[in-house]
């Protein structure tokens, strides 16, 4: 048996040091970054220039829930026909795409290999409909061909949503085990933006027999969305930059409010708002507006693409998501931005 050469008691020093710096790292680990950094010296500076105390900052909590899978997905049954049935209609090309689908990897395929067949099963139906092959069936084949066209038809909009709304990629982009977008992320949104873009143009396009689709193009779009939760680092920067903003503007209010408003200024107070508004944090608050603004408005025009969603979906639309609702986090950053800007404006007005 090796023994240690270390005494216990020092040993145990040694555990409990480890065990505090661990702590520490932790620590760290759960703040803010850089963003809070900027807006927490923001605080204080404009604190001590009003003298008023440096407000102790608190967490602006998390983002909510992404719907369970349960509620966010629609009930699509399965189509069930025989192989007797399924031959008969053999002159529409779809015996193989059944088959394919029927099989070991067709059963447990992603949720987009899912919408390609579905999408592909349609296209075959509608043409085989609408060409010369229906004349040629059976009575009872003829109508199970228009009963199966007409299903999928309306199926396919509903395989569509759960594709999305079912995909590790979408679903990821919402993670709350996140954190906010910093001002250092240079990141370019380009690749997440076409792959947003290009599955609304899928969407519009399902029942457009001549736009083109192909696996490789999807994966290749769900693939830049998987790097990274994009939405919930957006909506966790607007929350914080939110909270640190109203902070910022109970302080301005306060002394807007005392009777020595002025005589406490060391500057008047056009050149404070001018001093305060060429802070680095001005030139963030701005850029993650555009940002946020350009990433959720591509959201909510995929989401406008598809059917009307499921209600739990559509409460957690209008609750993070939404672009006017004024408790969602994007309006309700700009209302504490525009109320932060009127008591600057305020403070150079009553202290010229």
Known sequence: MVRSRFPAASLSCLRRGLTALLVLVLLAGCGN??????LRSYQRDLAQTLELPV??????????????????????PETREGL????????????????????????VAPPSQRWLYELELWRRL??????????????????????????????LPLVS??????????????????????????????G??????????????QFNPDWPHDSATLEGHLKAL????????????????EQRLDEANALLASRLESDETCAKLSQPGHQLRGDFASRPVREWLERLEQLAARWLGAVDTLLDSHVSPPQAVADYHHRWLSLDNPQAPLPAYRQARDTHQQRWQRLAEQCP
Not at 65 to 74: G, I, K, Y
Not at 199 to 205: K, S, V, W
Not at 226 to 241: F, I, Y
């Open 161 to 190: 949503w759960n594709s999305l709304f079912d995909s590790d990629e979408w679903t990821g982009s919402f993670s709350r085990a996140s954190s906010p977008l910093q001002p250092d992320d240079r990141q370019p949104l380009d």
């Open 226 to 241: 998987r790097d990274r939760p994009l939405t919930a680092e957006v909506l966790r920067a607007l929350l914080l930059a």
């Open 84 to 107: 007797l049935a399924v031959y008969a209609l053999r002159e529409c090309h779809i015996t193989n795409l059944v088959a394919a689908r029927n099989n070991q990897l067709g059963r």
């Open 126 to 155: 509608h043409a085989c409909q609408n060409s010369e092959v229906p004349d040629r069936l059976a009575e009872d084949d003829r109508a199970r061909l228009d009963r199966l066209t007409r299903t999928k038809t309306e199926q």
């Open 192 to 205: 997440q933006l076409s792959a947003v873009n290009w599955l609304r143009e899928a969407t519009l396009n």
């Open 55 to 76: 407000p102790e900052p608190e967490s602006p909590g998390n983002i909510g829930a992404f719907p369970e899978r349960q509620d966010r997905l629609f009930d699509v």
């Open 33 to 38: 970054g850089e963003g809070d950094a900027l």
